[in-house]
């Protein structure tokens, strides 16, 4: 064994998934459905608009799967890297939704029709949430308190792998 992993392992400190705190799975399982609804929001689009194009269908298909890693990943092994993935995707949609809106004079992105006002406050509103409670689980997840094992000792090392 090398001297630096010697004195810092290499492994991630997890993220408990328990509901040792009450507060921090409740953050977590909002997350999920937030992230959820999100991919959810983008498929609704296709249907509430205009006919779309093959091109369309496939980016905004797309734009829907990005969604999802985050949901799974919280819901399964919540870790600092899925709280930041999270904060990252919500963060580009809240920087890419106006820009993909004015670039294409509207599409998936613009308030339609039918049902549109609430599709595009979702849009906004989906990432804002996901942004704010993926800091929240960054902070919630980072403290003792949050139940992982060892008190904070990463994973694979508390169970005495790894070292």
């Not at 090398?2 to 991630?12: A, D, F, K, L, R």
């Not at 689009?45 to 091109?55: D, E, H, I, N, V």
């Not at 709280?83 to 920087?95: D, E, F, I, K, T």
Request: aromatic share 2%; glycine share 14%.
């Amino acid at each position: 064994m090398s001297q630096v992993t010697n004195h810092h392992p290499i492994c991630e400190e997890a993220v408990s998934k328990s509901n040792g705190g009450r507060g921090y799975a409740a953050v977590r399982w909002c997350a999920v459905l937030v992230a959820l609804a999100s991919a959810a929001v983008h498929v609704l689009t296709l249907a509430s608009g205009p006919t779309p194009s093959s091109l369309h269908v496939v980016a905004v298909l797309g734009m829907a799967m990005g969604c999802l890693p985050c949901a799974m990943h919280l819901a399964l092994l919540p870790r600092r890297r899925a709280w930041a993935q999270m904060a990252l995707v919500s963060a580009a949609m809240l920087g890419g939704h106006p820009l993909l809106s004015a670039a294409s004079g509207g599409g998936h992105h613009a308030a339609t029709a039918t049902g549109g006002t609430a599709l595009g406050a979702a849009l906004v509103v989906g990432p804002v949430l996901g942004l704010g409670l993926a800091v929240t689980g960054l902070v919630l997840g980072t403290s003792p308190a949050a139940g992982s094992p060892a008190a904070g000792q990463p994973v694979s090392c508390a169970r005495g792998g790894a070292r």
